[in-house]
């Protein structure tokens, strides 16, 4: 028993010496050489650590950008904003400069947005700085605005030949530009147009604007009245018109004074309001009418229940005031054109269809009573929602064919046009 345990114990010594043995031989260093080799990396030494070099004109650029910025972030006064406002346009003006061709250019043209933006920033700013005092209010935020917009169209260019007036439909669906252009094409002399259109103007608001607040000198050759029944409807509260009466800029007026830029404006007069209403006094609106969508969010309202027209009354306030526009414009030697705008097909049921019906004959009269125009499109663009931000507000796409299409009206007789 003795022997058999001597036997085993010396088998398992010489099976680990072996064992050891061969491990060792695995391992040792003269082997190495028959292992693969990864293959040499560059050193730094073979990497060029020189960076590319920017363009001139590029650099230059950033230069002017940071100057900009740097501006910016001082600025207060409307003369230093002004400043911001040159420098990201000299920026903007290099980064143009770096050649087509030039590997830079798109990095050039990338940063081109970044410095639109702030030179939009700087814009803004400058403009809320100088906004000039014109007025105290006269109880409509877009009137104040307008006013302020008109009286400094006037001071650059004159009063001009047409004056657009009416609410917001005439405001936003009539372009003044538009207007100009269609007619240079016809060989008139340059006419000149401005949409001094303002929210919820009524007949008595358009009689208040003409005799009240524009003097002799600020009016036109031609006045271009453009709306609709809303305007004439006496049965309906004039909301608009009673917060003229109230206002702290109806007390000015009847004082005497007249809207008037800075120095001269009122010493009560508050800064003009500011919005999208651009230099001729046109609202550009983009929406376009879609019946599937815009229901979604505005309830449909059929005429039967329109407080536009309950109650419907064409003979009262607002006749007057008509008329007394009339007898002031021929007064003036001013002729008057009055311009029924389209209105949706959505928009005309057959409640509306007939109070409108009653409108137009009314028109009829008062135009024949009162020696004026009339231009009468009411149902022109039924099944045409293109031309529509909503069911009765012409968009811009709206605006452009109005203008156009009015420019060769041949009942109007434009100021140059020979009669």
């Not at 879609?290 to 064409?314: C, H, I, M, W």
Request: aromatic fraction near 10%; hydrophobic fraction near 40%.
């Amino acid at each position: 028993m003795t022997r058999r345990c001597a036997w085993r114990a010396l088998v398992i010594g010489i099976s680990l010496w072996l064992a050891l043995g061969i491990v060792s031989l695995a391992y040792s260093p003269s082997q190495s050489s028959t292992l693969p080799t990864l293959p040499t990396l560059p050193t730094l030494a073979q990497v060029d650590p020189s960076p590319p070099i920017i363009d001139l004109t590029l650099k230059r650029a950033l230069q002017t950008g940071e100057l900009a910025d740097s501006l910016a972030a001082t600025a207060e006064t409307a003369q230093q904003w002004d400043q911001v406002v040159e420098t990201w346009g000299a920026a903007m003006q290099q980064l143009q400069a770096v050649p087509p061709d030039n590997p830079q250019r798109v990095f050039a043209q990338r940063q081109g947005r970044d410095y639109l933006a702030k030179l939009a920033i700087a814009q803004r700013q400058s403009e809320f700085a100088s906004r000039p005092t014109v007025f105290p209010s006269v109880g409509s935020p877009v009137l104040d605005e307008q006013l302020g917009v008109y009286l400094s169209y006037v001071a650059t260019f004159g009063p001009p030949d047409v004056l657009i007036l009416g609410s917001s439909r005439a405001l936003q669906g009539l372009d003044p530009q538009v207007l100009e252009t269609a007619l240079s094409r016809q060989d008139l002399p340059t006419v000149r147009v401005y949409n001094l259109g303002v929210n919820g103007a009524t007949a008595q608001v358009i009689n208040f604007l003409l005799q009240q607040v524009l003097s002799p000198e600020q009016l036109p050759k031609l006045l271009l009245w453009a709306g609709g029944s809303r305007a004439f409807n006496s049965g309906r509260v004039d909301r608009t018109f009673a917060a003229m009466l109230a206002s702290p800029g109806y007390q000015a007026l009847r004082q005497g004074q007249r809207p008037a830029l800075e120095p001269n404006a009122p010493p009560n007069a508050n800064p003009i309001p500011i919005s999208a209403i651009n230099g001729y006094g046109f609202l550009s609106v983009a929406d376009r009418f879609d019946p599937q969508t815009y229901y979604r969010s505005y309830p449909r309202v059929s005429g039967q229940y329109d407080g536009a027209y309950q109650p419907f009354e064409l003979r009262g306030v607002q006749t007057s005031a008509l008329r007394a526009i009339a007898r002031f414009a021929q007064a003036s030697n001013l002729p008057l054109v009055f311009v029924n705008l389209p209105l949706s097909n959505d928009y005309l049921d057959d409640t509306r269809l007939r109070y409108e019906r009653q409108f137009q004959q009314y028109l009829r009269q008062e135009a024949q009573a009162g020696n004026f125009t009339i231009v009468d499109w009411l149902e022109q663009w039924r099944g045409q929602n293109q031309f529509f931000a909503d069911p009765s507000h012409p968009n811009q796409a709206g605006a452009v064919q109005l203008a156009q299409r009015l420019a060769q009206t041949a009942v109007i007789a434009w100021p140059g046009q020979d009669p």
